[in-house]
């Protein structure tokens, strides 16, 4: 049971890690054609749509799709890193109860 335990926390870590790399590189994609286009929003923008759908595409019409996409690969990695987070926690602790028992 132990190591099938630590096989799974490993499991996870490693793809917490593809998923860090696989969305890093989709992110930089948009974001490149953001930055080269002098597109400029904050954090505030990306988790709160109605606040983007007001300032940010009115200002930067052309770049709606480009915008779009950045903002939900950004919002689709956190979501996903948090649920790694929270099950590589999980089966650590339960790996910490089954060491000392």
Do not use: C, D, W
Request: glycine share 2%; no cysteine.
């Amino acid at each position: 049971m132990l190591v099938l335990l630590i096989s799974i926390v490993i499991g996870l870590f490693i793809a917490m890690l593809f998923l860090n790399v696989y969305f890093r590189v989709r992110v930089l994609k948009s974001y490149k054609v953001l930055v080269q286009n002098k597109v400029e929003f904050g954090a505030a923008h990306i988790f709160n749509r109605k606040k983007m759908e007001e300032e940010i595409f009115p200002r930067y019409p052309k770049f709606k799709s480009e915008i779009e996409t950045f903002v939900s690969h950004m919002r689709y990695s956190i979501r996903m890193a948090t649920v790694l987070v929270a099950l590589i926690t999980l089966f650590g602790a339960i790996l910490m109860y089954y060491r000392n028992s």
